[in-house]
């Protein structure tokens, strides 16, 4: 009993990281421009499959994982000159036109992807590996200790680059008040790209790490952006505590709930979960309970 | 500007409207009203003696459920100013209600609609009274969920509902008769359509239609004039649901069959794409959009592989260049060049 208890908590740490890499991009992008990125998830397939491709063509492993990042992030770049900008240069795309831009970002990217690699599942080749190693009684893939280990370096790296460095700063103070930040000298549009391209690495990041467990085709994106939505709104939009939690917490529930509850409706406890938070605990569980100024 | 203002009066964002002060611009008003609907009537009367077949009978069906659907949903987005990335859930849930009501308990198909939609409305009221009083993207994850819970739910009940392969639906008997044939139908859902339209044009206009207007400029100032901003959306959010889950039974019942990609939220955004590619706050504009993005696919299988690509490539470029939409850059164009 305790033993599968620790196979599922393992299970789940590891879904949820992905999830918490996902939510990190969610919330990086809502801060910069207010709008939902529904092409976050297919930045994940990016990263995936790149990094196939990038080890099919004989590229060291090492090299193929942060080239594929890199691409993602350069694809994360072009989306926000090519189909952010111009919209929101007009000055009149509201928030729900700029979701619908997304989404046709999204559908393009996937289509690119059909086109360019296939309709196949891939596999990248685990980072070191596939003995498993038995932690707490629990067996355990190496390659999850790399999703967990890459996604707790990513956290922390992000962490001092928002309150360490100067351009963190910037971010934040745009996120804060965009207008505010521009009077005080800060590229604002420079801001947005960064942080597409931040989001777009993230996710690709994530992508890469579990490419060798959960395996890679163009239409990974779907659900993983979803659930990515789903965990940055259990933590609270906008707050990077709050995509760890809600990233680690829905990955671990959701492991537990097919584990013990039912296999089946794996993919709905999920949004079960934040049905019933936003329900009872609007603004998500570590979200700012902030009065609006009018 | 006297000529345009008639034109651009239907679609013009709610910041933008004049109120109809004095009495001649109420009949100006109900001029553009009437004569929309009359237009409207005319179209579908003799778009048929255009067909040449029954496919296009079958794809101006597809069309007009398409448009009611968008239509209700145009209610809630453009006027109310609230996302929902769920409405497939409610659209399959009033075709999967009325179709197992009807095929595994025998219910005769004209009660078994009207119950399967009472009480997707009844559903739609639960989830959105605890989250319209939420501000931002809380709707768009709550009913986003909703969809994706009642598209799991339809595919794993296979006892029920068929499974991923899906459902026969017995066919809709009025008066002793089967409803059958792509024109009857037509007929059915042109009507549906007509109607839908009628409704929602006169609740734009009516105080709950200024009501959305005011809360989506300001909810702050609607709240302190006594507009209780909750309670208007909420009744908007569920007749959007009742008119997607109505557009549902009527599917289920023509097609004979239905999947659970109906409920996929694949097909939620779609009916969002399509009204706001049309014209948000644009009652034309939703029609608009779900025709032509209910052709588009049609031409663009021609490009196989490409056209995932070429769909999102249009949805792209159309929305960075008629943020607003198409019906109503058009339709201020119109003005403009008529000033």
Known sequence: MGDQWMQFVAAGLTSGAIYTLVALGFSIVHNASHAINFAQGEFVMIGGMAAVSLVAAGLPLAAAVLLAVAVAAVVGLIVEKVAIEPAQKTGRADVVTLIIITIGVALFLRGLAQVLWDKRVHVLPAFSGADPIAVFGATVMPQSLWVLGGTALAVVALGWFFSRTLYGKAMRATAFNPLAAKLMGIDTRGVMRVSFALAAALGALGGVLTAPITFTSYDVGVMLGLKGFAAAMLGGLGSFGGAVAGGLMLGLLESLGAGFVSSAYKDAIAFVVILGVLFFMPGGLVGARRSERV | ?339
């Open chain 2, 1 to 339: 500007m006297p000529a345009a203002a008639n034109v651009s009066e239907r679609a013009s964002p709610p910041s933008a409207r004049s109120a109809p002060a004095s009495s001649g611009w109420g009949r100006r008003l109900a001029t553009a009203r009437t004569g929309g609907l009359g237009a409207l009537a005319l179209v579908l009367v003799a778009l048929p003696l255009a067909f040449p077949n029954n496919y296009f009978f079958e794809v101006a069906i597809l069309v007009a459920l398409n448009a009611i659907v968008c239509v209700g949903l145009n209610l809630l987005i453009g006027y109310a100013g609230q996302i929902s990335l769920g409405h497939a859930g409610f659209y399959a849930l009033g075709a999967y209600g009325s179709a197992i009501l009807a095929a595994r308990w025998g219910w005769p198909v004209w009660t078994s609609g009207p119950v399967a939609v009472a009480a997707v409305g009844v559903l739609a009221w639960l989830v959105g009274r605890p989250t319209l009083r939420l501000k931002g993207h809380y709707l768009a994850m709550a009913t986003l969920g909703l969809g994706v819970i009642v598209s799991i739910v339809l595919s794993n009940e296979d006892r029920l509902t068929g499974g991923p392969d899906g459902m026969a639906v017995p066919p809709l008997v009025l008066f002793g008769r089967v409803v059958q044939g792509e024109p009857l139908w037509y007929t059915i859902v042109g009507l549906g359509l007509w109607l839908t339209v009628w409704f929602a044009l006169n609740l734009i206009d009516s105080p709950i239609g200024r009501a959305l207007r005011a809360l989506h400029g300001s909810e702050v100032a609607a709240e302190t004039v006594g507009i209780d901003s909750a309670k208007w959306k909420l009744r908007v959010f569920v007749q959007s649901a009742l008119i997607a889950a109505t557009a549902g039974a009527l599917t289920a019942h023509y097609a004979g069959f239905i999947t659970p990609a109906k409920a996929s939220f694949l097909h939620s955004v779609e009916l969002v794409i399509m009204v706001v590619f049309g014209g948000m706050a644009s009652i034309w504009g939703a029609v608009v959009g779900a025709a032509v993005l209910t052709l588009l696919p049609q031409f663009l299988t021609v490009l196989k592989d490409y056209e995932m690509m070429a769909f999102g490539a249009v949805l792209i470029v159309t929305m960075v260049f008629f943020p607003r939409g198409i019906v109503p850059t058009l339709q201020r164009l119109l003005a403009r060049s008529r000033r």
